[in-house]
Nanobody, 119 residues
Framework: QVQLVESGGGLVQAGGSLRLSCAAS????????MGWYRQAPGKQRDVVAT???????NYTDSVKGRFTISRDNAKNTVYLQMNSLKPEDTAVYYC?????????????WGQGTQVTLSS
């Protein structure tokens, strides 16, 4: 089992910055991919950014140039640096980890952290 704990959410004004963190713990051989997803009220959960264990990153178009995902493999922690935040970035942000244990890959989710933009 893997537990994911997010932190860093909060209220921030438009144009500001915020840094999210997600730490993974539990039993696993490795975590191949970690990522951040978000869900706004009345909307589906969508991917924001992902990063593999060797550092390859992917971003959704709406955050390219503004957000940066990174990870510390030694700490099993993924980060999301969010700059130039916009009102449309308001959502619950969820951490995701694709963990490998006993030759099986299993997705895990954190409970989410709220990011709210003030206009």
């Amino acid at each position: 089992q893997v537990q994911l704990v997010e932190s860093g959410g909060g209220l921030v004004q438009a144009g500001g910055s915020l840094r999210l963190s997600c730490a993974a713990s539990g039993r696993f051989f490795s975590i191949k991919t970690m990522g951040w997803y978000r869900q706004a009220p009345g909307k589906q959960r969508d991917v924001v950014a992902t990063i593999t264990s060797d550092g390859a990153t992917n971003y959704t178009d709406s955050v390219k140039g503004r957000f940066t995902i990174s990870r510390d493999n030694a700490k099993n922690t993924v980060y999301l640096q969010m700059n130039s935040l916009k009102p449309e970035d308001t959502a619950v942000y969820y951490c995701n980890a694709d963990a490998v244990y006993l030759l099986r890959r299993t997705p895990y989710w954190g409970q989410g952290t709220q990011v709210t933009l003030s206009s």
